[in-house]
């Protein structure tokens, strides 16, 4: 399907005046000044990010009752239970929290739910399981709990204090806890909103030492908190939170981190996945995440878990290979699941009549649905719902959607035929009986119709400046890397060029991928189009979108073009559209 490329608008005056104030290339001055960094000043603190503008950690709600009952539970050596999540940031902060309060002398125990027998977040029958289990003083919880009245009330019957952190929009109840630290709740500042549960969970480490600090607390003067802050980074990008403003320190700072990391599980995990260079945001989302993240999927997070807390080298080597299986395994099951739906959907799917997909099976992995919805998403460029129904015949699904479709209104719709659903404008999941999927099927598919029209459901090839080749050099490529980490929010930069040609055939390289040289004028670079090797090249000038890249060969850097999408050479600028961040 041909790709509906849009051009982000900008303010060339203010990109004149960014480029005369900062000596930066005028294409990076573009990009920044598109991203909302309109002045000098603004520039310079994007690009160079640091810790002491972190803000105060008691911004948040509910910080000073929070730090006052876990210093408590520390002054009077009650057991704190770290009740977290099975996803990698739900992981990396149960990790965080544990790592500290044990250094602090603290007695915390960590608990993962099950997937599967326990289900998302705080609930009844896993908190009365663990007082039974480990009798606590105080259940902290990580990434999870705001919104979790019942299983904070059959706590407090059983003696037990709660103190929540975490990250996700309050519905219309909120928890009777000691405290509910949430930066999405009232009274928030806005440069905290977007943290993810660790970053929460982080906010609560750092606002603990420094109260203890002021007191003298010998332990909390031992412990250097930027020596786990890798895990914050890891926690960070795999969750997906906007890499700006806070979140975008931390993520910086993460990675620097993460690269002389002293965890032992992240050194496993690094060499298990076979990352030779320096971490970035990429082996992060694409290539440690989805590790972590494979045995919460497929059953239980707690040897993910396990493996950012051991200091064993040859424990966290065995626990890494598993990890490392069990992803594999993943790969199986999703690859599986998207050979069965797309069988399912092609052997009657209309562009014309067809503007949602949902896709429902009864031997499905509850645990892999999310991931084979992006696929489909990505798949026919609308709207999908992935649906694993039970021997009860009870369908528990996932649902991804594209930039011009709220899925939360379109499931609204649907609301009678659904048991439950919720989620956000991108992504959500709903339950629904079995004998309701094919009502739900046909609705949805209406839903999406009176909302989309057919030309937002051609994918989109963002590009956030047009350039000339020679405008590709070392200065550019260089202010790039000062401008990641990238991700949502802060995505990496697609540039284009209008009228390049080929030099020469362009060669297949690893079954999949093309090797080409890209001319303009007098110019040319080296590109590499991946995924693209059975696709059919226009012929005679080309438009290219492309991200530019340092690729290091034999000790020798070179700027590689990492393209996107390839056109027929037009006269005419691409649609504009809105000056807004990614």
């Not at 260079?277 to 497929?298: C, E, K, Q, V």
């Not at 200091?311 to 890494?320: E, Q, R």
């Not at 992006?374 to 026919?380: Q, V």
């Not at 080409?516 to 995924?531: E, P």
Request: proline share 4%; glycine share 8%.
């Amino acid at each position: 399907m041909l790709k509906n490329w849009t051009t982000v608008s900008v303010d060339e005056a203010l990109v004149d005046a960014l480029a005369g104030q900062t000596r930066l290339p005028r294409p990076a001055c573009t990009v920044l000044a598109a991203r909302g960094h309109h002045t000098a000043e603004a520039v310079d603190a994007f690009l160079n990010p640091r810790l002491s503008r972190l803000s105060d950690p008691f911004l948040l709600p509910d910080m000073a009752p929070a730090v006052q009952r876990i210093e408590r539970a520390l002054a009077k050596d009650e057991t704190i239970l770290v009740y977290g999540d099975y996803d990698v940031d739900g992981i990396t902060s149960t990790a965080l929290m544990v790592h500290v309060l044990r250094g602090l002398g603290g007695k915390a125990v960590p608990f993962l739910p099950h997937r599967v027998d326990d289900g998302y977040g705080l609930s009844v029958e896993p908190v009365q399981r663990c007082i039974e289990q480990h009798r606590p003083g105080v259940i902290l919880t990580v990434d999870c709990g705001t919104g979790s009245v019942e299983a904070v009330e059959a706590a407090r019957a059983a003696g037990v204090d709660v103190v929540v952190t975490d990250h996700h929009e309050p519905g219309d109840a909120v928890a009777d806890a000691c405290a509910v630290v949430n930066p999405k709740r009232d009274g928030a500042t806005d440069p905290l909103r977007y943290l993810a549960g660790v970053g929460v969970a982080f906010k609560l480490c750092h606002a603990l030492l420094k109260t203890l600090r002021d007191k003298g607390h010998a332990a909390a003067e031992a412990i250097d908190l930027r020596k786990y802050m890798d895990l914050v980074a890891v926690g960070t990008i795999a969750d997906m939170v906007p890499l700006m403003e806070e979140n975008r320190v931390l993520a910086r700072y993460g990675l620097l981190e993460a690269n002389r990391t002293a965890n032992a599980g992240l050194r496993a995990l690094k060499e298990v996945a076979g990352i030779k260079t320096d971490l970035d945001a990429y082996h992060i989302g694409f290539m440690l995440g989805p590790r972590l993240n494979a045995a919460g999927r497929l059953g239980t997070a707690l040897r993910a878990l396990e493996l950012l807390l051991t200091a064993d080298m040859d424990l966290a080597g065995v626990i890494a290979a598993e990890l490392d299986a069990s992803n594999r395994e993943r790969q199986e099951v999703e690859a599986r699941m998207i050979e069965e739906a797309v069988t399912a959907i092609d052997g009657q799917f209309d562009a014309d009549r067809h503007f949602g997909v949902v896709a429902a099976q009864r031997d499905w992995h509850p645990g892999v649905i999310g991931i084979v919805a992006s696929r489909l998403c990505a798949r026919y460029s609308r709207p999908a719902v992935v649906i694993a129904v039970d021997d009860e015949g009870i369908g528990r699904g996932s649902c991804r959607s594209i930039s011009a479709f709220n899925i939360v209104e379109g499931l609204a719709d649907c609301a009678e035929l659904l048991q439950r659903y919720g989620g956000h404008q991108m992504a959500a999941g709903l339950q629904v009986e079995e004998k309701h999927i094919e009502a739900f099927r046909e609705r949805f598919n209406a839903a999406v119709q009176a909302r989309v029209a057919k030309d937002d459901l051609r994918p989109e090839q963002r590009i956030d400046a047009w350039i000339s080749l020679r405008d590709a050099d070392w200065n550019l490529v260089e202010c790039l890397e000062r401008m990641a980490p990238f991700g949502l929010g802060n995505p990496k930069p697609v540039w284009a060029v209008r009228g390049a040609r080929l030099l020469g055939e362009p060669r297949i390289v690893g079954q999949k991928h093309l090797k080409m040289t890209v001319l303009d004028g007098n110019d040319k670079l080296d590109a590499i189009a991946f995924n693209m090797a059975e696709r059919e090249l226009p012929d005679g000038p080309l438009d290219i979108a492309f991200q530019l890249n340092r690729n290091t060969w034999m000790n020798r850097d070179t700027i590689q073009m990492n393209v996107q999408d390839i056109r027929p050479a037009t006269e005419e600028r691409s649609l504009n559209i809105a000056d807004t961040p990614a």
